[in-house]
């Protein structure tokens, strides 16, 4: 069974970091593309970032380029998203989201994380 | 551009059909076949409806169908029910290799 768990949201200070692993498991991590997809509270679905299964390969939504990094350890089968200089519009719900292979559409997603950004 | 226009909300009576529409740019849903549809209940998360325009995943009912036409995608649920009424989001690949996702379109069932 494909699964996809986040962990690490939580209540942080703005200017402040935090660190997001995704947990992947039941299928082969190194054939994928991971993303990181966002929801504000009662707000829509935003594409946040994506790596790919090289590892090296990474593309980011301007408003998150030079704050956020998507990294990924192949031997734990984790993806990572590194968020710095957090701001009150960060505060969101964060999926991580497996791209379907050799497809541009998503087709498993994890439960999500909430990171909540106020002072 | 920073999020594909759809209407804000779709309201139909249960049998009934309906479209949701997804406006875009030659940069996104007009450069590619690459749009897919997300159908997400309160408190859940999303799932795949329809992928490269027109595709729908085995386990979606045929209920669901897309088109598109130039720099518009549309999502139609046929035999409207009572457990369609969601959120519903498109997406889109881009130029930039980004991904862009529709404003959602809430869908209620009278």
């Known amino acids: ?119 | 551009q920073s999020a594909l226009t759809q209407p804000a909300s779709v309201s139909g009576s249960p049998g009934q059909s309906i479209a949701i529409s997804c406006t875009g740019t030659s940069s996104d849903v007009g450069a590619y076949n690459y749009v897919s549809w997300y159908q997400q209940h309160p408190g859940k998360a999303p799932k795949l409806m329809i992928y490269d325009v027109t595709n729908r995943p085995s386990e979606v009912s045929n209920r669901f169908s897309g088109s598109k036409s130039g720099n518009t995608a549309s999502l139609t649920i046929s035999g409207l029910q009572a457990e369609d009424e969601a959120d519903y989001y498109c997406n889109s690949y881009t130029t930039s290799s980004t991904y862009i996702f529709g404003t959602g379109t809430k869908v209620t069932v009278l």
């Open chain 1, 1 to 119: 069974e494909v699964q996809l768990v986040e962990s690490g949201g939580g209540l942080v200070q703005p200017g402040g970091s935090l660190r997001l692993p995704c947990a992947a498991s039941g299928f082969t991590f190194s054939n994928y593309w991971i993303h990181w997809v966002r929801q504000a509270p009662g707000k829509g679905l935003v594409w946040v970032s994506r790596i790919k299964y090289d590892g090296v390969t990474t593309n980011y939504a301007d408003f998150v380029k030079g704050r956020f990094t998507i990294s990924r350890d192949s031997a734990k089968n984790t993806v990572h998203l590194e968020m710095n200089n957090l701001r009150a519009e960060d505060t969101a719900v964060y999926y991580c989201v497996r791209g379907a292979m050799g497809f541009y559409y998503f087709d498993y997603w994890g439960q999500g994380t909430l990171v909540t950004v106020s002072s």
